[in-house]
């Protein structure tokens, strides 16, 4: 598992102009061990305020805030993530996803609808709430994830939902993947807003040579 530090050095490393880190943040009934709430969200924040001087003064990397909200139930089709992406403040889920993402929006976050698995997806993930209920979740969400690593969610492109890619990035060997490139300038309220908007985002894959002491073992 990737350090904060280490997964700048890691994005840093290999050219990237932006990085959106966004934790877990769940119900306090979840079980998740690694979670902000928000007795820990001061912390969080300032470790990564501290991280974004250091990537941009090394770097040259632009480090936005976020927060993955994570509402698990033991019934996927209940199940849903999002990312907020840009977030100021700690957002919580005790009253559930649709309530965090209105919460998240309306403090300027960029909303991204995470791992949307369907009934086909077989998965250690069962999320699939925002497959099922997409005509909830369309007027929240700005953008949907056609890939995460290597997974494709084709349902997504097949309803021409503004996509996005992302690397759900634990170890080294996942910087490589599908990538999203974005038209505008590298200044966090120019990320964010763009995500927010109906421009069009592309998608390139993208792969890293990872030394053998770095690979996870199988």
Known sequence: ML????????????????????????????????SVDERAWPAYIHELEREAERAERTYGLLVVPGLELTDNREDPDRSAHALAIGVDSHIGVEDGIVDSIGAARAGGAAIVAAHPYTDDDATHRPTRRLARERDVFRPLVDRWELFNRDELFSWVAEARLPAVA????????????????LACERRREEVVEFLRSPARAYLMPYSVEVPAQGRAAA
């Open 166 to 181: 992302t690397g759900d990035a634990h170890r080294l060997e996942h910087v490589g993947t599908w990538k999203t490139l």
């Open 3 to 34: 350090t904060l530090p280490e997964l700048v050095d890691a994005y840093g490393r290999h050219g990237f102009d932006v990085l959106c880190v966004t934790d877990h943040v769940v119900r306090s009934d979840d079980p998740l061990e690694t």
